[in-house]
């Protein structure tokens, strides 16, 4: 069952406590990531990219960008990729080799229409406003880019939308404190709270300014994936 959103942090108080945590999870930030959704989410960083649909050369920008894994799967499909995130220990710890910036994802230090694209992976959740996130996005993406927005999600199926609330509210926290930080691992079932229903996320992407919005649910409804073009 999801925390109630009163009993998460917010505004300043967020942005601090996320930063902390990222910097003290970053290390083995990586590791835990593939244990816990057994490889998965490789997998759905290269849909993302995918789904983005954009030519060759083209210009991304990487949002919360972590230790980079966006940024490489970018690369990798001919893109060029810049990945800004708040968390100076997770920049520390990236191994991949674009362009990296240490800033706000809602005070972004690029001009207007700046990128052909944007990405940003299970991050919604962590920003203090989404709503000036999106309007920050869509000031940077040129008219005609694309966005591709990853974040977690929970099944509509009753039989696994109950396995993956036992795996993700209870084996999470529990790998994720014997490989890395006990209460961050508490925080990120969570956090899924701070999450808006689809149909409202959708509508605060069309409102940021993209059109033909879409909302892909990924291996079974564990993970989704926003996309959309700037209008």
């Known amino acids: 069952m999801r925390a109630r959103?009163?009993?998460?942090?917010?505004?300043?108080?967020?942005?601090?406590?996320?930063?902390?945590?990222?910097?003290a999870i970053a290390p083995r930030y990586d590791l835990v990531n593939r244990v816990m959704t057994f490889g998965l989410d490789v997998l759905w960083r290269r849909r993302t990219v995918t789904a983005l649909g954009l030519p060759p050369g083209a210009a991304v920008i990487d949002l919360a960008c972590g230790t980079g894994d966006l940024c490489?799967?970018?690369r990798r499909q001919g893109l060029r990729a810049c990945g800004v995130d708040l968390s100076a220990g997770m920049l520390a710890a990236a191994r991949c080799n674009d362009p990296l910036v240490r800033a706000d994802v809602v005070r972004?230090?690029?001009?207007?229409?700046?990128?052909?694209?944007?990405?940003?992976?299970?991050?919604l959740r962590n920003v203090a406003d989404l709503e000036a996130f999106l309007s920050?996005?869509?000031?940077?993406?040129?008219?005609?880019g694309r966005?591709?927005?990853?974040?977690?999600?929970?099944p509509s199926g009753p039989l696994l939308r109950w396995g993956h609330r036992v795996w993700f509210g209870r084996?999470?926290?529990?790998?994720?404190?014997?490989?890395?930080?006990?209460?961050?691992?508490r925080y990120l079932p969570r956090s899924v709270a701070y999450l808006p229903p689809p149909d409202q996320?959708?509508?605060?992407?069309?409102?940021?300014?993209?059109v033909n919005g879409c909302r892909m649910p990924l291996s079974g409804g564990i993970a989704q994936l926003f996309v959309g073009g700037r209008a």
Not at 108 to 123: E, I, M, N, S
């Open 72 to 74: 490489t799967a970018l």
């Open 201 to 210: 996320l959708l509508a605060s992407i069309a409102a940021a300014g993209f």
């Open 171 to 185: 084996a999470v926290p529990l790998i994720g404190g014997l490989l890395s930080d006990p209460a961050a691992y």
């Open 136 to 144: 920050e996005v869509a000031r940077v993406v040129r008219p005609g």
């Open 5 to 23: 959103a009163e009993t998460l942090p917010q505004g300043d108080e967020k942005v601090q406590m996320v930063t902390a945590m990222f910097d």
């Open 108 to 123: 972004l230090p690029f001009p207007d229409a700046a990128f052909d694209g944007a990405t940003c992976g299970f991050a």
């Open 147 to 154: 966005i591709g927005l990853l974040e977690v999600s929970e």
